[in-house]
């Protein structure tokens, strides 16, 4: 990963409170589990910036390296790694997503 591409995701994880790197957008989602994500974001009225690694490989490849996670989507809450699909699904039903988005609300 090039240092640009490391610093651009660096600065976007950084700099919005909820962060999710997807395939798509929340409006048009490339695929079932970006989709999923952004669909639970929804459901907990909670913004979030969206970053469509479709739109150039090296992101997509770069956040791979940047969380040393393998997959997309990638979800970062204050500017810490969450997880991919399963891990906020999981959290989501067992109602720790809620918990760690709280503040989040009542900053909106």
């Not at 490391?6 to 409006?27: C, E, H, R, W, Y």
């Amino acid at each position: 990963m090039s240092d640009s591409v490391a610093q651009q995701i660096d600065q976007v994880v950084k700099s919005n409170d909820v962060v999710l790197f997807m395939k798509g957008t929340p409006d048009f989602p490339q695929c079932g589990f970006s989709q999923r994500v952004s669909a639970i974001l929804n459901a907990h009225e909670i913004p979030f910036a969206a970053v469509n690694v479709l739109l150039n490989n090296e992101v997509r490849e770069g956040i791979k390296a940047y969380s040393d996670w393998p997959t997309i989507p990638q979800l970062y809450v204050k500017a810490e790694f969450v997880g991919g699909c399963d891990i906020v699904t999981e959290m989501h039903e067992a109602g720790e997503l809620e918990e760690l988005l709280a503040p989040l609300k009542k900053e909106g």
